[in-house]
């Protein structure tokens, strides 16, 4: 006779079928067993040996990581009756769309009822006996008043029983923070106890939003690589210990896997990679006063790699690294010198020609305009105008005659009003 494991129910239950050599079942097949709730689908999960069979037996659920409350053990033993036929399917299809609607229901007539409790799924046995309600709730729950509606409604034998947060997660099902569908929901078949301890051993941030999951406990998956984690631990204390010396407190930060290392926080700040069999040593030296090499303990922690030192000068000192010189920019051409004319006396200075095309695209510098006083008369313009000399070129001024003088313009003072000057006369 060989032994399978297979599944039945929404919360998940476990079963053991025997099976004869004449009737073999194979992997994911669908069965129609006799359960201690009565007749329902189920699905082989595989072959179980005698170790895996008491391992399940033993395990003891708790008040929110077992299965329902109901007194069944968290494996139970099963009757083969037939497999599973189209009229089966087609009468298991037509039971999930009506479970829909009896789970709006049902909430609803629990409106009427001042009941601490929240309702998380329905579920319907195959040849229709009984109806399970499973619902959470903090404490337990009076609602036999309610029970009494629900059996009113419906017209058939009722049933509630109180899950845990865990298994609520696992029968509504989800999107886990990994991406991926919850473990609990597909493939997990018991909850394992997962402490705080855990995570500090894995150097996991203590952040409650990444190491929680839907039902708000600490996730699954910390308990898949523990086992690897706890084994590397073990002759070493606890993560978060201190080692005080002289020169001052050593902290025990974690544990790196691909080294077989313990990461320590040194006093002066920096990390520290010890190898595991060396920190009895490394505990001691510090102890003493002493100063730990952090090039051998590296260098003894990864596997064929060598740290190369400096060589040292005769002077004591390290020799100094020699930056590279950066490269010389391209010599540039050199600037011609700007040759100033000089104004001698009475003679005019040479105009230094330019080149054709320079003038057209040179624009003329703009004169300052200097204000003129409304009352001043004003002066008739030069009828031919002077042509404005380019910005390099050098301007020419006609020397003054000996008997001319240069006009001075007489500056009036800020602030004061001009005199009005009558008409025909000249401003003195």
């Given at each position: 006779m060989n032994r399978f494991l297979v599944i039945f129910g929404k919360p998940r239950y476990l079963g053991l079928l025997e099976a004869s050599e004449?009737?073999?079942l194979f992997k994911g097949e669908t069965l129609v067993v006799e359960s201690a709730r009565g007749m329902e689908h189920a699905v082989v999960a595989g072959p179980i040996s005698s170790e895996q069979e008491q391992v399940y037996r033993d395990s003891r659920s708790g008040e929110s990581d077992g299965p329902a409350r109901g007194g069944e053990p968290l494996l139970q033993d099963v009757t083969y009756l037939r497999p599973l036929t189209a009229e089966d399917e087609a009468e298991r299809l037509l039971q999930r769309t009506e479970e829909e609607g009896i789970l709006r229901q049902a909430r609803t007539i629990l409106q009427g009822h001042t009941l601490a409790m929240k309702l998380v799924d329905v579920e319907y046995l195959l040849d229709r006996k009984k109806l399970f309600f499973y619902f959470t709730a903090e404490q337990r729950v009076d609602f036999?008043?309610?029970?009494?509606?629900?059996?009113?409604?419906?017209?058939?034998?009722?049933?509630?029983?109180?899950?845990?947060?865990?298994?609520?997660a696992k029968v509504v099902k989800g999107i886990a923070p990994c991406g991926q569908p919850c473990c609990c929901s597909y493939w997990l078949h018991r909850f394992m106890p997962i402490c705080i301890?855990?995570?500090?051993?894995?150097?996991?941030?203590?952040?409650?939003?990444?190491?929680?999951?839907?039902?708000?406990?600490?996730?699954?998956?910390?308990?898949?690589?523990?086992?690897?984690?706890?084994?590397?631990?073990?002759?070493?204390?606890?993560?978060?210990?201190?080692?005080?010396?002289?020169?001052?407190?050593?902290?025990?930060?974690?544990?790196?896997?691909?080294?077989?290392?313990?990461?320590v926080l040194p006093p002066g700040g920096g990390d520290l990679l010890v190898p595991v069999d060396r920190f009895p040593e490394f505990r001691r030296v510090v102890t003493d006063g002493g100063t730990w090499q952090a090039e051998e303990a590296t260098s003894a922690a990864l596997e064929g790699a060598e740290t190369v030192r400096p060589e040292i000068s005769d002077g004591g000192r390290l020799p100094d690294r020699k930056r590279p010189r950066k490269p010389h920019r391209e010599a540039s051409l050199p600037e011609e010198p700007v040759v100033k004319a000089e104004k001698p006396s009475g003679e005019e200075p040479p105009?230094?020609?330019?080149?054709?095309?320079?003038?057209?695209?040179?624009?003329?510098?703009k004169r300052r305009r200097r204000r003129k006083s409304k009352n001043k008369p004003r002066q008739e313009e030069p009828k031919e105008q002077e042509?404005?000399?380019?910005?390099?070129?050098?301007?020419?001024?006609?020397?003054?005659?000996?008997?001319?003088?240069?006009?001075?313009?007489?500056?009036?003072?800020?602030?004061?009003?001009?005199?009005?000057?009558?008409?025909?006369t000249e401003p003195s």
């Open positions: 004449e009737q073999p036999r008043a309610f029970v009494r509606d629900l059996a009113r409604e419906f017209r058939t034998r009722i049933e509630l029983r109180q899950i845990g947060i865990r298994d609520e301890k855990m995570v500090k051993e894995q150097n996991l941030a203590l952040n409650p939003t990444k190491i929680s999951g839907l039902c708000g406990r600490l996730m699954c998956c910390m308990s898949y690589e523990h086992d690897v984690y706890h084994d590397l631990w073990k002759g070493l204390p606890n993560p978060g210990s201190k080692i005080r010396t002289q020169t001052g407190t050593y902290i025990l930060c974690g544990v790196d896997l691909a080294t077989q290392s313990v990461r105009v230094v020609p330019e080149a054709e095309g320079e003038e057209e695209n040179k624009t003329p510098k042509e404005r000399a380019p910005a390099d070129s050098v301007l020419v001024e006609p020397a003054p005659s000996e008997g001319e003088r240069p006009k001075k313009r007489r500056r009036r003072p800020r602030g004061r009003k001009p005199k009005s000057v009558p008409e025909g």
